[in-house]
């Protein structure tokens, strides 16, 4: 008798792990996704409260964004780093921090519209490719700018940043430089 409850308790056991490995994926954003909108909205609200209170932007004034994305992964040549940050795209750069792999450092990348070279816009995945025509700094060892191969990208989550990015920044890219794919 004690062999046939344990059998059933067991086969009980499998067949409400079958019936959870079913359910469906959560509709809700990821946490890349909810960061960047609250970023997003944050800075919003900042800019509006300012504005009520007629209080000057500091330094000359807060730039404002176009749009924040979230991300999936980074790439500069060699190097991947797969820890996703919001990217704040501005009217002449894209901002994002990128975390080095075999380094205990966070860099934060400020990616100037007139130093991109080759920009590519990818659909599968979606991802932002480019390169820069000089070495930089934190990543002399990764990065050879003299190598086709060697680009730097941003992976995106959805299709939505990409048609973001045609929207509101690809006007801005010297003509030299548009590319798409």
């Known amino acids: ?53 007629g ?29 996703p940050s919001p990217v704040q795209f501005y009217q002449n750069r894209c901002e994002y921090t990128f975390h080095h792999p075999y380094e205990a450092t966070e860099i934060r990348m400020h990616m100037y519209y007139k130093d991109l070279k080759q920009v590519i816009l990818s659909e599968k995945p979606f991802r932002l490719s480019f390169r820069v025509p000089r070495q930089m700094f934190h990543f002399i060892d990764d990065y050879d700018h003299t190598r086709v191969d060697h680009t730097v990208s941003i992976d995106f989550p959805t299709a939505l940043a990409i048609s973001q990015f045609r929207e509101h920044v690809s006007s801005r890219l010297p003509t030299s430089t548009r590319s798409r794919r």
Request: with cysteine.
């Open 55 to 83: 209080i000057p932007n500091q330094g000359g004034g807060v730039e404002r964004i176009l749009f924040t994305a979230p991300s999936t992964g980074f790439q500069v040549g060699r190097l991947t780093c797969r820890y």
């Open 1 to 53: 008798v004690i062999n046939d409850e344990k059998k059933k308790v067991v086969s009980c056991m499998k067949n409400d792990f079958s019936q959870i490995s079913k359910t469906k994926k959560s509709l809700r954003p990821s946490l890349s996704e909810q960061l960047a909108a609250i970023g997003a909205n944050a800075d919003a609200l900042t800019a509006t409260i300012r504005q009520q209170a």
